[in-house]
Each structure stands twice: as C-alpha cells, then as structure tokens.
C-alpha cells in the first residue's frame, strides 16, 4: 500500500493543511509535504526553521485508539532515528521526549497534535539545509553540513508514514523496539534536568519503561517520570 502524498512548494505549516485535508474529506492515512513552511510549528510556543532543503512533512494518522496513542510521539521517533541511522551510518540518538540529535545538536523534532479526534505527526528533519542563521546556528546541525551530499527524501518519509499507520492500528510488542530507543537514548548514564508537570527533577537517566515513563535515579532513589508532561530536557553533568 502507497500512503498518498500530497506536495506543496510553500505552506505555512504542514501539519494545519494536514487538518484541513482531514476536514475536508480527506481519509488517512496521508502524507503533507512542502519545500518549505512559512510558519513552522515546534512544541510549546517555538518556531519551527523551515527553510527549501529540509524535510518537512506531517502524516495524518485520523483518530487513534486511546491506548496507541501515549506510545506515538516515541515511536515517531525511533522510527526516524532507525531510518537515519541506516541511511547514513551516522551516530544519531532520540532525546526524550522525541528530538533528534546528533553530536549534542538538533538534527529534527515531531509534533504531534490531535485535533478534530485527528492524530497528525509532524515530522521536521534537517537533511540537506546548508546554513543555519544565528543563534539557531549553535544549536542545530544538518545532515548535508556532517556528509557533505544531499540525501534523497523518497528514502525517508514514505518509510516512516508507513510505519507509523501499522503502529496505530497494530503496535509492535515493546521488547521488539524499546531496547534500541534505551541504546539510542541521548543523556543515557548522565545526570540530567528535566521539567515535567511543572516540576524540576534532577537525576541520572536510567532509560525508557514499557509504560512510557523516563527512568531518573537521585538522592530520593528512583523516579518514572510520564514523557507525556515531560519539558526542558537538558544534561547537568559538572554542575
Ligand atoms: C519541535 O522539536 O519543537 C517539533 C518540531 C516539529 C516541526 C515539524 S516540520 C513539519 C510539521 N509542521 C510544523 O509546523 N511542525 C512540524
């Protein structure tokens, strides 16, 4: 099964045109994609840099079960991490709750939304950007500046739309995936800071449970923090 693609040289975001397909008949499962977006959105209130050269596209998935739905944002992104890494043999890691990253900097983020009972993933990958503008530029890096050529999207995103249609409707068992998230799990081993309800906790990162819960070991012992209220995720190491 081809999951229909439909292609924009400019959107403001694809995740909204995403919606408004859906609103206007569209059935899912189906891919948005633009060349670039004049509005990119990221998590909370950010910005989303989204410049021609990058991989920006949303996967509309329609309504989800309850139960698939707390696992999504992990599995948009160990998915994209699988794909990258077998593509490009670079050392690319997940940061919790579901960043890309690769040597410390952002490489790609997922936002996924539900509206209108709608599960829409939105997928934003730095593959062949060649400049970041100041002060993005110290924090994020690009596929095309590490490898020096362009990749080819086609090898991207039909592979993780796809993937993530069979998950909503049969997710694989988590002792098939889980252990690559925690191998590939940026921070693992090292004392980090996080938000999460509105709370700090500071503690080492032990890795991800099956219940989708991040692992912190401090002085009060052990916590399981939910990823779903998790924020602010940063390594404290020589604090
Ligand atoms: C984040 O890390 O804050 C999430 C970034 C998500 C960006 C993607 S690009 C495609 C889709 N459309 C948007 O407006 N945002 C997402």
Redesign the pocket.
């Known amino acids: 099964m081809d999951i229909p693609v439909f292609t924009y040289s400019s959107l403001p ?4 045109t995403a919606l408004e397909l859906y609103e206007q008949g569209q059935t899912p499962p189906f891919i948005v994609l633009a060349v670039r ?1 004049t ?6 209130a ?1 910005t ?1 840099f ?1 410049p021609e050269g990058g991989l ?3 996967v509309a998935l329609g309504p989800v079960p309850a139960e698939h739905l707390s696992g999504l944002g992990l599995w948009t992104a160990y998915v994209t991490v699988k794909t990258l890494r077998g593509l490009t043999d670079l050392p690319i890691l997940l940061k919790l709750p579901n ?1 890309i990253v690769l040597y410390g900097k ?1 490489l ?4 996924i939304e539900i509206r209108r009972n709608c599960a829409i993933a ?3 990958l730095n593959t062949n950007v060649s400049t970041f503008p100041a002060p993005l530029s110290e924090t994020a890096i690009s596929l095309l500046q590490v490898l020096g050529n362009r990749i080819t999207h086609e090898s991207i995103y039909p592979g993780i739309a796809m993937r993530l249609w069979e998950f909503v409707h049969s997710p694989p068992s988590h002792q098939t995936w889980l252990p690559n998230v925690n191998a590939w799990l940026f921070g693992k081993g090292q004392r980090v800071a996080v938000t999460c309800s509105n709370r700090r906790v500071q503690g080492v990162l032990k890795g991800v449970t099956p219940d989708f819960h991040m692992v912190l070991t401090g002085t009060e012992g052990e916590q399981a923090l939910s990823l779903a209220f998790l924020r602010d995720f940063e390594i404290v190491n020589g604090e």
């Open positions: 975001s694809t995740n909204d977006q509005r990119g959105r990221g998590r909370g950010h989303w989204s920006w596209f949303s960043d952002k790609g983020g997922i936002l939105g997928i934003g």
